[in-house]
């Protein structure tokens, strides 16, 4: 499918914009780090408590909370899954080998912007591992963002492995967190409130998902209703998101948006991590100028 560009806006967000790390509740850690460590390639970072600090080399990608009375949830808003972005076609298929080798259930999808790989942890939070073609690549001649969900060409992804060693010392030290999509109770609610009270720009919205971004990036967040049209926010002991963080450029930045939240007449609550705020499907976003 394709869309018209979209056109800078006085609130559209600097282009500098990027996530941080998204943080889940998990009811083993241990049975968790062994699956984020040795299946998903991430590097135990560090310990605070009941937490574990997750990456791949650089800032933390992903922070794990273990609850054991957490419980996983079914018609609720919330996670679809979180977007881990390695660096090149090669580093996809090098972490594609390593998934095959751990008998893991996947699921493809090359959406023209990018080539993905889909599965989900233990405890059921959806994750994604995904390649981005060049930009120029996103486009068609007529100036249009185009994008959709075709086949994977796995066999041209194994092929990038010819001359490859068979070991594999996990993902890449320029892997970052890509994107976020979120389970929202009505999309054009959810996505009205990223556009024009955060300043996400939209780049595509097709009625029952929505895709916005920052510097005309395909999306740094996504979101649906095929599994949560209507539905409630999960209970505060779930299985699944906390919150994610959204990296702003600067404090001039943040206080631009922070103005604009309180101004639409959501709560901004201080945390350690940054200024929380809740969409209207109370999915959790941190504001931030830290990438820590």
Same mark, same amino acid.
């Given at each position: 499918?394709?869309?018209?560009?979209?056109?800078?806006?006085?609130?559209?967000?600097?282009?500098?914009?990027?996530? &941080?790390?998204?943080?889940?509740?998990?009811?083993?850690?241990?049975?968790?780090?062994?699956?984020?460590?040795?299946?998903? #390639?991430?590097?135990?970072?560090?310990?605070?408590?009941?937490?574990?600090?997750?990456?791949?080399?650089?800032?933390?990608?992903?922070?794990?909370?273990?609850?054991?009375?957490?419980?996983?949830?079914?018609?609720?808003? &919330?996670?679809?899954?979180?977007?881990?972005?390695?660096?090149?076609?090669?580093?996809?298929?090098?972490?594609?080998?390593?998934?095959?080798?751990?008998?893991?259930?996947?699921?493809?999808?090359?959406?023209?912007?990018?080539?993905?790989?889909?599965?989900?942890?233990?405890?059921?939070?959806?994750?994604?591992?995904?390649?981005?073609?060049?930009?120029?690549?996103?486009?068609?001649?007529?100036?249009?963002?185009?994008?959709?969900?075709?086949?994977?060409?796995?066999?041209?992804?194994?092929?990038?492995?010819?001359?490859?060693?068979?070991?594999?010392?996990?993902?890449?030290?320029?892997?970052?967190?890509?994107?976020?999509?979120?389970?929202?109770?009505?999309?054009?609610?959810?996505?009205?409130?990223?556009?024009?009270?955060? &300043?996400?720009?939209?780049?595509?919205?097709?009625?029952?998902?929505?895709?916005?971004?920052?510097?005309?990036?395909?999306?740094?967040? &996504?979101?649906?209703?095929?599994?949560?049209?209507?539905?409630?926010?999960?209970?505060?002991?779930?299985? #699944?998101?906390?919150?994610?963080?959204?990296?702003?450029?600067?404090?001039?930045?943040?206080?631009?948006?922070?103005?604009?939240?309180?101004?639409?007449?959501?709560?901004?609550?201080?945390?350690?991590?940054?200024?929380?705020?809740?969409?209207?499907?109370?999915?959790?976003?941190?504001?931030?100028?830290?990438?820590?």
């Amino acid at each position: 499918m394709s869309f018209p560009k979209p056109q800078p806006r006085p609130i559209s967000l600097a282009a500098q914009t990027t996530l &941080g790390h998204v943080r889940l509740t998990v009811p083993n850690l241990k049975r968790s780090l062994a699956f984020y460590q040795e299946v998903l #390639g991430f590097r135990l970072q560090r310990m605070e408590k009941n937490a574990a600090h997750l990456g791949a080399g650089g800032a933390a990608l992903l922070v794990l909370d273990e609850n054991p009375d957490a419980k996983p949830q079914r018609f609720t808003t &919330g996670l679809y899954h979180f977007a881990i972005l390695v660096p090149s076609r090669l580093e996809l298929a090098r972490a594609l080998r390593n998934f095959i080798q751990h008998d893991i259930e996947l699921g493809f999808g090359d959406h023209i912007v990018s080539e993905a790989i889909y599965f989900s942890d233990p405890d059921g939070n959806g994750i994604e591992v995904y390649r981005d073609r060049p930009r120029s690549e996103w486009y068609d001649k007529n100036g249009n963002f185009v994008m959709g969900t075709l086949p994977v060409d796995v066999r041209g992804v194994l092929r990038e492995l010819e001359n490859e060693p068979d070991a594999w010392a996990g993902l890449a030290r320029a892997t970052v967190l890509g994107h976020m999509h979120l389970k929202v109770a009505d999309v054009n609610r959810a996505a009205a409130f990223y556009r024009d009270v955060i &300043g996400l720009d939209e780049m595509a919205n097709m009625g029952s998902a929505a895709f916005l971004s920052a510097g005309g990036y395909h999306h740094h967040l &996504g979101m649906n209703n095929w599994e949560s049209a209507h539905a409630p926010a999960p209970p505060p002991d779930s299985v #699944g998101l906390q919150y994610f963080t959204l990296v702003l450029p600067d404090a001039d930045e943040l206080a631009r948006v922070a103005t604009r939240v309180r101004a639409a007449e959501f709560v901004l609550q201080e945390t350690d991590a940054g200024l929380c705020v809740r969409d209207p499907s109370q999915n959790g976003m941190i504001l931030t100028t830290n990438n820590q």
